[in-house]
């Protein structure tokens, strides 16, 4: 059974940064694409960053997030720079049937969540 489950999130201020976990078991992060979702208030879920079994990512905010991968750990990881009100979102991890996972219908799996508050 794979379990995705998030940690990290939490209340920053804007500008700031903040590194969200991902601990997977049931699964092996190196042998799928993960990705990580967000879903603000009011909003529908959205893609956020995606990483391949082989490494290759994809990233829908450029230049602030970055999305990595420890093998030993079986951890995925979301490192958030220069993070901005409009980052507020819980953010999901996910595991994706196809690449690259744009869109929430291809996600297989979800964790449950973190909530990433930014204050202004």
């Known amino acids: 059974q794979v379990q995705l489950v998030e940690s990290g999130g939490g209340l920053v201020q804007a500008g700031g940064s903040l590194r969200l976990s991902c601990a997977a078991s049931g699964c092996t992060v190196s042998s799928y694409a993960m990705a990580w979702f967000r879903q603000a208030p009011g909003k529908e879920r959205e893609f956020v960053a995606g990483?391949?079994?082989?490494?290759d990512t994809t990233n829908s905010v450029k230049g602030r997030f970055t999305i990595s991968r420890d093998n030993a750990k079986n951890m995925v990881y979301l490192q958030m720079n220069s993070v901005k009100y409009e980052d507020t979102a819980v953010y999901y991890c996910a595991v994706a049937g196809v690449w690259p996972p744009m869109t929430p219908t291809v996600v297989d799996y979800w964790g449950k969540g973190t909530l990433v508050t930014v204050s202004s």
């Open positions: 990483i391949t079994w082989s490494g």
